[in-house]
Every structure is written in C-alpha cells, then in structure tokens.
C-alpha cells in the first residue's frame, strides 16, 4: 500500500467514525437521559478507531467530538460546559492512550485501566474546575455527569468497541 493510500485510508476511517460520533451525539437529544446510550457508543467510537485506523484516529475524534457535543446540544448547561470541553477532549485521549498502549498485551486491561484513569480525571476536573468557575445552578448536575458514569460509559463502551473489533477481526482490524 502506498504512502497516499495509507493516508486517504486514515482519513475515510477517522472521518467515518467521527461523523458516526456526531451522529449518535445528535440522536442522544431525541433520548431523555441518554447519557447511557450516547457515551458508551462514543467511547466505543473512540476505541474502534483506534483499533482500525491508529491512535492518531483516536485521539482527533477524542479532541473533536467534545466540542461537536456542545454544538449539538442546546442545553443551557452547554454553555457552562464549552471552558471544560478541552478537559473532556483529554479524558477521551488518555481513554485511546491506555487501549493503544495496552491493547497487545491484554485489551481488557486496557479498557479497564482507560476507564478507570478517565474518570479519575475528568472527576478531579470537573471538581477543580467548579472551584475556580462558579455555576450553583449546574454544579449538582457537572458533578453527576463527570462522575461514576464516565467509568460505566467508558466500560460499556469498551465491551461494544469489543464486540466490534471481533466482528472485523480479519478484514479490518489488525
């Protein structure tokens, strides 16, 4: 395969999982409380990518799809979120990381150990992050989203990025 081959190659992938990325993040707003559906299939999005088009992959949908988040979401707590996206952004990247690094030697742990350093993250965070800005009306609600269920979603996410790999185990992934 040619060097311009390869490229094309990454950029249809990397663009095709993160217009999916975008597209799961629009059809959460039809959901009430999709929290459960929309992070775990960008989390999976995320390590898909990573697995069928490099880290490189990984990490850009992690850096665009925070703020492709805020632009679809018309909440008002969106507004709050927009200084905190790049936190998010890195949340997502050290997830990619922990999988890329890991997912040779035993892609499970890889998975888990993502999820857990993401939450620990995003957690610490969010919580630094009420500190220095002060929104009381979103507090409550920042501090539930980037808690615990960032361990969940990015653990669902991980199963079903699994299942995925397996499915294409032979024609796409490595």
Known sequence: MTNNS????????????LALVVTVQ???RLIPNSNFVVGPLVNACLLVSTAVAGVWSGIIISVVSP?????????????????FAPFVAAGNAIYVLCFYLLKKKNIVAGIGIGAVLK???LYSAINIFLQIFQFPKFAKVLTALFGWP???TALLGGLVAL?????LKGSIVE
Do not use: D, E, Y
């Open 6 to 17: 390869r490229k094309i190659q990454f950029m249809t992938r990397t663009a095709l999982l």
């Open 26 to 28: 629009l059809a959460g």
């Open 67 to 83: 703020f492709a988040s805020l632009i679809n979401n018309h909440a008002p707590v969106a507004a709050a979120l927009l200084p």
């Open 119 to 121: 939450f620990a993250f």
């Open 150 to 152: 960032q361990f969940i």
């Open 163 to 167: 299942a995925v790999m397996k499915a």
